[in-house]
């Protein structure tokens, strides 16, 4: 299993080792393991990395593998009415 705490802005604010994470667009997130995930199961939340509270309300966020990179989960989170936002959020993938 691989966890990721991710900041708004795309840097990794926790995470198991090897884990990697950069924002691509507003919006976009790229996580990168240390192995292959393209058969893994993937969950994503939105959640605020600090102790601060962030209203969140109305946020979609999702994934999938990212393409070309087996690697990698692509994360995009969107407002209510479809536009991209920057969100923190946290990611675990749990492999057979």
């Known amino acids: 299993m691989y966890v990721a705490q991710v900041n708004s802005t795309g840097t990794k604010a926790n995470g198991t080792s090897g884990v990697t994470t950069n924002r691509l667009s507003l919006g976009q997130y790229e ?3 240390p192995r292959v995930v ?3 199961f993937a969950q994503v939340t939105l959640g605020n990395t600090s102790k601060l509270v962030v209203d969140q309300a109305g946020v979609s966020i999702g994934t999938s ?6 690697k ?4 995009y989170a969107t407002d209510n009415t479809g536009s991209s936002v920057d969100v923190p959020f946290v ?3 749990y492999c057979p």
């Open 31 to 33: 996580v990168l393991f």
């Open 38 to 40: 393209a058969g893994c």
């Open 65 to 70: 593998v990212r393409f070309n990179n087996t």
């Open 72 to 75: 990698g989960v692509y994360v």
């Open 91 to 93: 990611i675990s993938t």
